[in-house]
């Protein structure tokens, strides 16, 4: 019986347009835009100068805090510039840019695409490796893997969790992953299990992909018989990590807590596969699994597509802007975020980029509450949104707080299943900026 979550949750139509589409691999650009924000945390710095020639894989900025992460060349060729670029917001960031020659890999890295199933580096040494190829969750919110795999003093994990549910319509990048990657996904998860110290993991799918149980329990049986593969239902936001270990081992997080506090890690499936890549091929983290889709869009596509690619080059490579297409999302219709400036470049954390028409983006009126409660019941953190969106239009902070908005996951399902047409997670999202300011404030003092 597939597993889920207890609280709230939503059913969006499925959209696995590209889920047959096999990972292709995306030409070479002219130029690589490469922002030094790829993670959470503090900006890396660039240890490049302009003019300077770098080779693909070279390390080009190093970490900066204890939440940072390093930055490799995607690409061989000359540093045409280090100056601020916009984002996909539109912000100003640091970028090193680079005119793109050719493809030289720097030596130690291995390209051979043949599985090394033997982990010879020890717990301390993995560590060591991962944060030195820059590796990031890319579940999302791209934080340094190095530092999850290693937990504060006073806690410790019992069990790794591996996330493969891609419960947002439209995105197939980590189910192609699991079908094309399936043995290296696995042999990235052992090694997480031994920088970890834990003897169990659990890799949880969702059933609307029945080819990525079999392919990854078919796997699994002869040489990997600690990790589990487990079915869940159908049901938004099943990634979401709190949601994710409810669902698998019946634990809950505590209010502003971390997974860390009930004895669980949680990775993202791609994660697993860029572990692999870095300990055992030493390959930095320079590419990921994107899928390029949308209903208006004529040819949807899976892509390995390097770091730093523009928005406009990718567009141009799919076949330009398809006529109908009035909005461009960087991720997810749930989660992802519009795309201000397409002359802005991927990232680590790049997992989709998604086409909406006119019809899919248009806002219906708002009107009045109706007390219906349906937010309420969608919401899988137990908040009552309707009420948060009253507190915040008021700007009462402390009600907020008290109301605990800032366990808000940002989910959308409360805007999804609100019939009044509420901007619910617009209202709440900015609201909780600022709680959290203050909140951080008061912690400094």
């Not at 291995?110 to 993995?126: A, F, G, T």
Request: glycine letters at 8%; a positive charge.
């Amino acid at each position: 019986m597939s597993r889920t979550f207890s609280l709230g949750g939503i059913h969006p139509h499925d959209k696995k347009i590209s889920a047959n589409r096999e990972i292709g691999e995306f030409p070479l650009v002219d130029t690589a835009y490469i922002s030094m924000s790829q993670h959470l945390g503090s900006l890396s710095e660039p240890v490049v100068a302009k003019g300077d020639r770098v080779l693909t894989g070279q390390l080009i900025a190093k970490s900066t805090g204890f939440i940072s992460a390093n930055i490799h060349s995607p690409y061989t060729g000359i540093i045409h510039n280090i100056e601020p670029w916009p984002d996909l917001s539109g912000n100003m960031v640091l970028h090193i840019i680079v005119k793109v020659e050719e493809d030289e890999w720097i030596k130690g890295i291995d390209l051979d695409p043949s599985v090394e199933r033997n982990i010879k580096l020890s717990k301390e040494e993995i560590i060591k490796r991962i944060a030195e190829c820059g590796i990031v969750g890319l579940g999302g919110a791209a934080f340094p893997t190095h530092i999850k795999l290693t937990p504060p003093p006073g806690k410790k994990a019992d069990i790794l969790i591996i996330n493969g549910a891609e419960c947002e319509p439209y995105l197939t990048s980590d189910y192609r992953l699991m079908m094309e990657k399936a043995e290296e996904l696995l042999v990235g998860t052992k090694i997480m299990m031994k920088a970890l110290g834990v003897e169990k993991a659990v890799i949880g799918i969702e059933e609307n992909k029945p080819g990525a149980i079999k392919k990854l329990k078919d796997t699994a049986r002869k040489d990997y018989s600690e990790i589990e593969i487990e079915s869940l239902k159908k049901r938004y936001p099943q990634g979401g990590e709190k949601q994710l270990i409810d669902a698998l081992v019946r634990r809950r997080v505590p209010s502003m807590g971390l997974p860390i506090d009930v004895g669980v890690v949680v990775q993202n499936v791609g994660t697993a596969v860029a572990v692999y890549e870095a300990v055992q091929k030493n390959k930095p983290l320079i590419d990921g699994i994107v899928t390029i889709t949308g209903d208006c869009l004529p040819d949807q596509r899976n892509f390995r597509l390097r770091v730093g690619t523009t928005f406009e080059k990718i567009i141009d490579v799919v076949g330009g802007m398809p006529q109908e297409a009035v909005k461009v999302l960087s991720g997810g219709p749930m989660m992802g975020k519009a795309i201000s400036k397409l002359t802005a470049a991927t990232v680590k954390s790049t997992s989709g980029i998604l086409f909406l028409s006119q019809e899919q983006t248009k806002r219906a009126p708002e009107n009045n509450c109706i007390r219906c409660s349906k937010c309420v019941q969608a919401c899988p953190m137990g908040l009552e949104p309707y009420l948060l969106n009253k507190l915040a239009r008021a700007s009462r902070m402390d009600d907020l707080e008290e109301n605990m908005i800032q366990d808000c996951i940002e989910c959308g399902c409360c805007a999804y299943t609100c019939p009044s047409c509420i901007p619910l997670l617009d209202n709440i999202r900015i609201a909780k900026a600022s709680v959290l300011k203050i909140m951080r404030s008061r912690a400094r003092k």
